[in-house]
């Protein structure tokens, strides 16, 4: 493992290029990274970035805004079938039928879809600013939001806003059990519950904190208590461990138990190092973006970044 991870270390200096990776990666995979972070912090590196290549370890969608962000740069995923539930779920030909049908509602979009359907968006949002968002639409404006119907519910009751929801959903997040977490919660009173807002409304109640990955490694850092059961992908406990050594974070269980009885997303987990370490060498899988879908979906992502300063 050490060999390859000096291989890969060798390589990406040689063909100057940056390896970015998402917190749901494996471990391994983040310490090779030039940057790790959640799909914001991503996105503002990938404009950001100097390299001729980018290596983006995470998932299709956040290669491909990468991509429209930073054009002239050759982006490369470790394995190109890195899907995402959510944006599987939102397959542009009936996004467009969706939001044709309501042609005066404003259209905003959860970073997790497609380059297509962002084409067809005015803003997009990702869970560290969709309430910032959305409080800044005039309020006699209707709003679509797609395809989180989880994280829609979420801005809603925190802005007080209705919107007209798409019916998508992360498995990943759906994946908690209120059961198991809530008797996990009487074997450790003195934890605190955070939560992801993809997850479903009855896991968030428990929560004492909610926000998007880079928010709960802040607010564990900041907060004084020293135990934290955390529901969200299982990937981020190593970048949250490095950060509060001390802490004890424990994963929010699954309904049913898998290899580590967490939530873990078969997607992200599809990046290995060795994958990575092939797609480097060989510059393949490469994401590509047509130029008129980058043109039309790279206006909503930056009105994003702007609003996000
Ligand atoms: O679930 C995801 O894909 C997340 C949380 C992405 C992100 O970083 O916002
Ligand atoms: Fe998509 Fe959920 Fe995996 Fe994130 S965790 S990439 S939303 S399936």
Redesign the pocket.
């Known amino acids: 493992m050490k060999d390859l991870k000096e291989k890969i270390l060798a390589l990406k200096k040689e063909k100057n290029a940056v390896i970015l990776a998402?917190?749901?990666q494996e471990s391994d995979i983040q310490d090779v990274a030039d940057y790790v972070g959640?799909?914001?912090g991503l996105s503002q590196e990938a404009v950001k970035a100097e390299a001729d290549i980018i290596v983006f370890a995470g998932?299709h969608f956040m290669a491909e805004t990468a991509k429209i962000l930073n054009p002239s740069k050759k982006v490369i995923l470790p394995d190109a079938k890195a899907g995402?539930s959510l944006a599987d779920g939102c397959p542009p030909d009936e996004f467009k039928k969706f939001t044709d049908a309501h042609p005066d509602h404003v259209v905003i979009t959860y970073?997790?879809c497609s380059a297509e359907v962002k084409a067809l968006t005015d803003i997009v949002v990702?869970?560290?600013n969709a309430v910032k968002i959305v409080n800044s639409i005039p309020k006699d404006k209707p709003i679509i939001f797609a395809p989180d119907k989880n994280l829609g519910k979420y801005v809603m009751e925190v802005t007080g806003r209705e919107m007209l929801l798409w019916d998508g959903s992360?498995v990943?997040?759906e994946a908690f059990s209120l059961e198991k977490l809530l008797d996990l919660y009487k074997e450790h009173p003195d934890a605190k519950i955070i939560a992801?807002p993809?997850s479903e409304t009855h896991i968030l109640q428990t929560a004492k904190y909610i926000g998007?990955?880079a928010g709960m490694i802040d607010f564990v850092k900041t907060d004084s208590n020293h135990k934290y059961i955390v529901a969200?992908?299982a990937g981020i406990l190593h970048k949250m461990q490095q950060e509060v050594p001390h802490k004890i974070l424990i994963p929010a269980p699954a309904k049913e138990d898998n290899t580590c009885a967490c939530s873990e997303?078969g997607y992200m987990k599809m990046n290995t190092l060795q994958k990575l370490y092939n797609c480097l060498l060989n510059e393949s899988p490469e994401v590509t973006v047509p130029d008129d879908i980058i043109a039309k979906a790279l206006i909503p992502i930056e009105r994003m970044l702007e609003l996000s300063k």
């Open positions: 998402h917190y749901y959640d799909s914001l998932v995402c970073v997790n990702t869970s560290s992360c990943v997040h992801h993809e998007s990955t969200t992908e997303c």
